[in-house]
């Protein structure tokens, strides 16, 4: 990680984009310059649903050394190996440790959540 490399960034709300080129079509995502400011180190973006019907994404796990989700508006209904179901609701903030199997169940209309992760770039393995 070389954070001398690092550059500095902004992103005002009146600017935001979302895109539906993320990992899952259901959701759309606002990229937040994170990834390009610390060179891949960090990634965060905003999700949030696109009206399409949530599909299981089935059981997996990523290959990541961070990975938080904090709820804005709505609840979301994740599987997780060891606890369980977990509904995550707006001002829930969770902290995915590295290799979790885990799965999305379900999810509010009006669901937003932020994601940091690091990398920014992870692979995704099936369970």
């Known amino acids: 990680m070389n954070k001398a490399a690092w550059k500095f ?52 796990s990523h290959d990541l050394n961070f990975q938080m989700v904090y709820v804005l508006k709505g609840w979301a209904k994740f599987y997780f190996e060891g606890e369980g179901e977990v509904v995550l609701k707006a001002g829930a903030c969770m902290n995915q440790r590295p290799g979790i199997v885990h799965d999305l169940i379900e999810f509010s209309d009006d669901i937003e959540m932020l994601e940091i992760t690091s990398p920014a770039e992870f692979g995704t393995d099936p369970a």
């Open 9 to 60: 960034n902004v992103q005002q709300q009146e600017d935001a984009e979302f895109k539906g080129d993320g990992l899952r079509p259901y959701f759309e995502y606002r990229d937040l310059g994170i990834k390009d400011a610390t060179n891949g180190d960090f990634h965060a973006h905003i999700i949030r649903a696109t009206g399409k019907e949530c599909t299981s994404t089935g059981k997996h």
